[in-house]
C-alpha cells in the first residue's frame, strides 16, 4: 500500500478510510498528521487481494438469485488462519473481490479488466461497509436520511420503494441530504444519531426523467457499465447541500407501496410492528451471526422506543412528490 502520506482519507458512515487510490464521490480530509498517533482507519486496499491460498475458507452465504454469468449475484465465505477466524472473503457474480480482514481492520478490493474502479465502489461504499459497520454492532438501516431544522429524518424501504427518490425531492427543496441507502444510527448517552454518508445521491433514470426532465440528465455512476446504470446527484453542487456531521434522528417513515387514491398520507404503525418492518430492511442482515442479529434486535428495540415510526403512503404520480415532502414537513 502507498505510504501514509501519499494515501487518501476520507470519512464514511463514521468510519476512516485510507484508500491507497482515490475513491469516487467522497470528500478527502486532511493528512493522518491531524490525528492521534494512536488513531487506526479503516485501510482500503484497491486493486489486489492478499494471497487467500494461505486461509481454510467455509462458505457463509450464497444468494439465491444468479447474476447474468449464471453465478450467484454473491458468495461469502469465512477465513481461517490455524483455526482463527480472520475474516471473509466475497465474491460477486461479476468477479469482483473483496476480503475483509478483522484485525487490524483492512478492506482488500480487486475487480476484473472488464470493470472499473467506479463499479468496484459501489459495492465498497454500499453493502460491504455496511457490513463493517454490522461487525462493530452499528445498526445500518436500508434508508436514505435528510435535515429538517438540524434533526435527520429516515426514509426506510426495500429496493425501488423510493428512498433516493424522497431525499433527492427534499434536496430540491434545500434540505441537506445526511445519507443514501445505508443510514448508520450511533447512540450518544440516550439518543440515536444518523451518521452522514458522502455527498451523492444514486437514482435510476426513471427518477432522474421526472425529477429532472430528463434520463441522462445526471451522470452516470458507472460510465462503462450498461447494465448497472444509475445516475447521481451530486450534492456538493451550489444550490444543494450535504450534511457532514450526525444528527439526532427525529423521525423515521416506513415507504408503502404508491396508492393511486387519498395519498400522500401517513399512517399509524405500532412499536412491534414497526420493529418488525425495520429488522426486515436493515442492511446486510442476511450476512448476520446469531450473536449480531440479538444485537441487532436489541438496538432496533431501543430505537422504536426513543424515535417516532411512521408509515408514509407516497402517491403513484410522480408529480404528487412535492406535496409529500410539504405533508412531511408539516408533520414534523
Known amino acids: 500500500m502507498a505510504s501514509d502520506r501519499e494515501a487518501f482519507l476520507y470519512r464514511v458512515c463514521g468510519l476512516t478510510l485510507l484508500a491507497n487510490l482515490p475513491l469516487p464521490g467522497l470528500i478527502s480530509l486532511e493528512t493522518l498528521e491531524t490525528f492521534p498517533k494512536t488513531f487506526q482507519p479503516v485501510r482500503v486496499q484497491l486493486g489486489n487481494l492478499p494471497p487467500l491460498h494461505q486461509f481454510q475458507r467455509e462458505q457463509w452465504y450464497v444468494s439465491a438469485s444468479p447474476s447474468d454469468t449464471g453465478k450467484p449475484n454473491l458468495q461469502v465465505w469465512q477465513c481461517f488462519y490455524r483455526e482463527r477466524s480472520i475474516g471473509f472473503y466475497w465474491q460477486y457474480g461479476d468477479e469482483t473481490e473483496f476480503f475483509l480482514q478483522r484485525s487490524p481492520l483492512k478492506i482488500w478490493v480487486c475487480w476484473p479488466d472488464s470493470l472499473t474502479l467506479e463499479d468496484a465502489a459501489t459495492y465498497l461504499l454500499g453493502p460491504v461497509l455496511a457490513f463493517v459497520l454490522r461487525w462493530q454492532k452499528v445498526l445500518c438501516l436500508h434508508a436514505s436520511a435528510i435535515a429538517v431544522e438540524g434533526k435527520a429524518i429516515a426514509f426506510v424501504g426495500v429496493a425501488g ?81 450535504f450534511q457532514d456531521s450526525p444528527l439526532p434522528l427525529r423521525q423515521i417513515y416506513l415507504l408503502q407501496g404508491r396508492q393511486g387514491e387519498n395519498a400522500p398520507r401517513i399512517g399509524e404503525i405500532s412499536q412491534r410492528k414497526a420493529a418488525i418492518a425495520l429488522i426486515a430492511n436493515t442492511s446486510t442482515n442476511y450476512l448476520l451471526d446469531r450473536d449480531l442479529r440479538k444485537a441487532e434486535f436489541a438496538s432496533v428495540t431501543r430505537l422504536v422506543g426513543r424515535v417516532p415510526v411512521k408509515k408514509l403512503y407516497p402517491h403513484c404520480d410522480p408529480a404528487k412528490l412535492v406535496d409529500l415532502v410539504r405533508l412531511v414537513l408539516s408533520f414534523n
Open 161 to 241: 420503494a423510493g428512498k433516493s427518490t424522497t431525499a433527492a425531492a427534499f434536496a430540491n427543496l434545500g434540505h441537506p441530504v445526511l445519507s443514501d441507502d445505508v443510514v448508520a444510527v450511533e447512540w450518544r448517552e440516550k439518543s440515536p444519531y444518523a451518521r452522514p454518508a458522502y455527498p451523492r445521491l444514486r437514482l435510476w433514470p426513471e427518477s432522474v426523467g421526472f425529477l429532472y426532465g430528463s434520463r441522462d440528465r445526471l451522470p452516470a455512476i458507472v460510465p462503462t457499465n450498461i447494465t448497472w446504470n444509475k445516475r447521481y446527484l451530486d450534492l456538493m453542487q451550489e444550490q444543494y447541500a
